[in-house]
Every structure is written in C-alpha cells, then in structure tokens.
C-alpha cells in the first residue's frame, strides 16, 4: 500500500497504521484526495482486486506545519503540503 501511494505524483510521505487501519499522507498539490483513494483501492491482495476500499477521514495542514520566515525581507511563506488520513478496509 505505502508503494502505491508514494507512486502517485505529489505524495511526499507516508504512513501507515496497520492496528488502526489508517493510512495518512502528505501531498501537494499534484496529488488529490480522489489519485490517493483510486492508488489504494486499485491494489490486489492475494490476487483479489480491489481488496482493499480506503475512505477518507480527515484532510488538512500536515502536523507542525508552520508559517515561517525567510529570504533577507523576511517574508512569510506558508508550507503548501497537506495531509490527507484514510480509513482503509481490508488491511487487517
């Protein structure tokens, strides 16, 4: 599953919680909730396509995700990854 996510174009990182059945992902904006559901629901297990059916939970600012400061003017820039958290049946 992490390998089907990190394939879709924009995914920076993720996570995945096999006891809560989660998945959580953060993106810009190449990737969109609906690439994210369609790379997880398109995976076979055991060779049973579409085993798994992933639903999303939450969207949003990724944790400790800040505004900050930088160049000489001290411009604020805001980090524009966000942070997507699936529920993912079939994974247990």
Known sequence: M???LKAVPGVKT????LRAGTATVVH?????????VKAVNGL????????FQATVL???APSG????RSGKAGAL???PNRQ?????????
């Open 2 to 4: 992490s390998g089907a």
């Open 77 to 79: 820039q805001v980090d």
């Open 65 to 68: 995700n800040q505004t900050r």
């Open 44 to 51: 076979s297990y055991l060779g049973q396509r579409g085993a």
């Open 14 to 17: 993720v996570e995945v919680d």
């Open 84 to 92: 997507i958290v699936f529920v993912v049946q079939g994974m247990t």
């Open 58 to 60: 939450s969207t949003g």
């Open 28 to 36: 810009d904006a190449k990737a969109s909730p609906a690439d994210l």
